[in-house]
């Protein structure tokens, strides 16, 4: 009879417990098409690893699971990645992960997020024009801004020995703005720019950049582009022209595409990426292995956290002295996604989204740490590390922590 009595509480317990679990639409929007292709798939496995960890723990919302819905940004296209965001406003989603390159994402944020009050969380979103975005508050990048990421870059550049640098730029709000930081602290490391010039990311023929690049002549030449689309071709072009031998590749030059590509062609180039080889980075990397995940792959740790804040949020809503019901409304979202990247509190790292989601749903303060030591500034970008990345016997590897 006992028997007979738990099991009947155990159900009814059951029951009453998952009484009010719903599905929660979540969106990630990333250039599965265009000059970024090669890494995106990586990136999105990163975010849909935090996002089905916490549909998994059966601790959010009663319950509740997240519904993953896929967009392409195409990364360059505005229009298109507007549309896109706009289909995933009307199946219902309450947050996007992403978008990805800058361009897109601040039209997505100013067309979509902002009109419809939907919190985003950038996993590379870099462009310095981003920080001052009019976005009541919905704007978040777990990426470090370019106007550090630049001066990173040049200052490895100087440390490389490198005199003198040719620079070409991806004409996007990404590449426009890294140029101009690296620009200005390359000269102000010493090192002469020979000239810099754009180029756009989807032409048959990058032989006039070439050209030019070729006769303004340097050590290096500093590639500031994407490695699907443009700046694969201009190095390509370089390599064949015998105009340069050491590139030096910013975050979106950096993914095995390239040197898949060009082996050890490219042996003694170097660049910077967003990353840390810190306890956080370790973790994430086993636990990400462990789950078929590529952890250490550009942007994969940083979208994992984008996913993970959107997640910690929902649990952190609708509080009161006994705790905290959780809440997938979006303006709670993004009203709690500071607080739970800032702290004080328990510190939470990737796969401990369970533990992160039980102690906030508890009432208790928690301090996401996640996979990049994440840590906001007033304005909701991630302060962020860097990795200085050389290639060696045809493949990136880590050189050091910036």
């Known amino acids: 009879m006992f028997r007979i009595f738990m099991f009947v509480l155990a159900f009814v317990t059951f029951g009453f417990s998952n009484a009010n679990a719903k599905e929660i639409k979540v969106g990630i929007i990333l250039g599965f098409t265009g000059p970024l292709e090669s890494i995106t798939p990586d990136m999105a496995s990163g975010a849909e690893l935090a996002f089905n960890e916490a549909s998994e723990s059966g601790a959010l919302l009663d319950g509740s699971t997240?519904?993953?819905?896929?967009a392409d940004s195409t990364c360059i296209d505005s229009a298109a990645a507007v549309t896109a965001a706009e289909g995933l406003v009307s199946q219902g989603i309450v947050a996007i992960q992403g978008a990805d390159c800058s361009g897109v994402t601040g039209a997505v944020l100013s067309n979509v997020a902002v009109p419809n009050g939907i919190p985003m969380v950038s996993a590379s979103?870099?462009?310095?024009?981003?920080?001052?975005?009019?976005?009541?508050?919905?704007?978040?990048?777990?990426?470090?801004?370019?106007?550090?990421?630049?001066?990173?870059?040049?200052?490895?550049?100087?440390?490389?020995?490198?005199n003198s640098v040719a620079i070409t730029y991806v004409n996007t709000d990404y590449g426009v703005g890294l140029a101009d930081v690296f620009e200005a602290a390359a000269i102000a490391n010493g090192i002469e720019v020979t000239t810099k010039i754009p180029h756009e990311g989807d032409k048959a023929d990058y032989s006039a950049e070439v050209g030019v690049l070729s006769?303004?002549?340097g050590d290096a030449l500093a590639v500031l582009g994407y490695l699907d689309q443009g700046g694969n071709q201009i190095i390509r072009g370089s390599?064949?022209?015998?105009a340069y031998d050491i590139f030096v590749l910013s975050d979106g030059m950096i993914g095995d595409s390239l040197t898949d590509q060009f082996g050890s062609d490219l042996n003694g180039s170097f660049g910077s990426m967003p990353g840390s080889m810190g306890e956080s980075s370790q973790k994430f990397a086993g636990y990400a292995a462990e789950n078929g995940v590529n952890g250490k792959a550009v942007y994969v740790p940083e979208s994992y956290d984008a996913a993970a804040l959107i997640v910690l949020a929902i649990a952190s809503g609708d509080c009161d002295i006994s705790g905290c019901a959780g809440s997938d409304d979006s303006a709670s979202i993004a009203a709690n996604i500071m607080n739970v990247a800032n702290g004080p509190g328990v510190k939470i790292y990737?796969?401990?989204?369970?533990?992160?989601?039980?102690?906030?749903?508890?009432?208790?303060a928690i301090n996401y740490q996640g996979a990049s030591d994440v840590f906001f500034t007033d304005v909701g970008e991630a302060f962020g590390a860097f990795l200085e990345k050389g290639i060696e016997g045809g493949?990136?590897?880590?050189?050091?922590?910036?």
Do not use: M
């Open 395 to 402: 493949s990136f590897v880590n050189v050091a922590q910036r």
């Open 66 to 70: 997240i519904t993953i819905l896929r």
């Open 125 to 162: 979103a870099t462009s310095p024009g981003l920080t001052n975005a009019e976005d009541n508050g919905l704007f978040f990048r777990t990426a470090p801004s370019d106007a550090r990421g630049g001066v990173v870059l040049a200052d490895i550049t100087a440390d490389k020995g490198i």
């Open 215 to 217: 006769s303004a002549g």
């Open 350 to 364: 990737a796969g401990e989204l369970a533990k992160g989601i039980r102690l906030a749903s508890a009432g208790n």
């Open 239 to 242: 390599l064949d022209t015998g």
